[in-house]
């Protein structure tokens, strides 16, 4: 079946689905977006209140579907899972995501569909490799959104501190999604220019003191929304609306995506979240990047908990 790239589907229509579904209407990426959710009523409903603002927003069809209704979608974002309790660690979350991943992807492969896989559900770096392994698709279909929000929070963060628009900071959060992600300082820079001589220019100073506490409010940011509201999902939307995007139109863009490596970095059998080229084909290139010693060993660190958190799961082997 030909796949049809301005057709996408959301599989999980809690708070996070719906609200990646209201940011793909407000993009006009897609002519086409199915919702499904264990629950039909909901996906309904959800489908039918996006729909009430089509008048204002893009030319696109919104219905509730089944998994018979994606076969030929461009784009398959999984965001079904049981939410993050406050005080709970993603990781924490793997045994019961894990189950529902298996079921949802049973029926995904059982439909020839050959698109883009997007995984969003937590722990997405776990996730992000159970469904590779699950599905046997290659790696470049299958990508997780991996800390491509948290690398958003960085910008943002920085941009606050530094006193200039986060748009034009240019920094990476990667590793785990979760407690031991690492903030690359050492390729951090405003608009090419390093964070030295930036503050140098600006008359600012950024201790060691002040990039621990920066990167310590990134870290816990989750939580502390989660602590708030009950769940995060404004900021994920944008951050899967972006990577999106680089699907649609081929934009061949740099994010930090959840991906299987195969001895990038040294790694292998694990997914962790890395700066790389995201197009038409989902993973185009991992870039490996450089990093200081400290930040490689925080690397080694979070692919060592990525190992232990997936040798307790149960997947197939492949040959």
Not at 273 to 299: C, F, N
Request: aromatic residues 6%; glycine residues 12%; charged residues 25%.
């Amino acid at each position: 079946m030909a796949v049809n790239f301005r057709k996408a589907a959301i599989v999980g229509c809690g708070s996070v689905g719906a609200s990646i579904a209201f940011r793909f209407l407000q993009q006009g990426l897609f002519s086409s977006l199915v919702l499904l959710d264990a629950n039909q009523d909901k996906a309904e409903g959800e489908a039918m209140d996006l729909s009430d603002g089509l008048p204002y927003g893009a030319s696109m069809e919104i219905t509730a579907g089944d998994y018979d209704d994606i076969a030929d979608c461009g784009l398959v974002v999984i965001t079904a899972g049981v939410n993050q309790k406050p005080g709970e660690t993603r990781l924490e979350l793997i045994g019961r995501n894990t189950v529902i991943l298996k079921s949802i992807l049973g029926e995904i492969t059982a439909r020839g569909f050959e698109g883009i896989l997007l995984v969003v559900s937590n722990p997405v770096d776990v996730l992000t490799y159970a469904a590779r392994e699950l599905s046997g698709y290659s790696r470049q279909r299958v990508i997780g959104s991996g800390t491509v929000l948290d690398t958003a929070r960085f910008k943002q963060l920085l941009g606050e501190e530094l006193g200039v628009d986060s748009r034009n900071v240019h920094a990476f959060i990667v590793g785990e999604h979760g407690d031991s992600e690492l903030a690359v300082w050492s390729g951090a820079n405003v608009s090419g220019l390093n964070l030295d001589d930036f503050c140098r220019l600006q008359g600012k100073t950024l201790s060691a003191g002040d990039r621990e506490r920066l990167y310590g409010e990134i870290r816990d940011s989750a939580n502390e929304i989660i602590k708030r509201k009950g769940a995060t999902y404004y900021g994920i939307a944008m951050a899967v609306g972006r990577i999106a995007a680089c699907i649609v139109r081929d934009e061949r863009a740099v994010l930090p995506i959840s991906v299987v490596l195969e001895g990038e970095y040294g790694l292998e059998g694990l997914a962790l979240s890395v700066p790389a080229i995201v197009g038409r084909d989902g993973l185009e290139k991992i870039l490996e990047i450089p990093l200081g010693q400290a930040e490689r060993r925080a690397m080694d660190n979070s692919a060592r908990q990525m190992r232990e958190a997936i040798a307790g799961l149960e997947l197939p082997s492949r040959p």
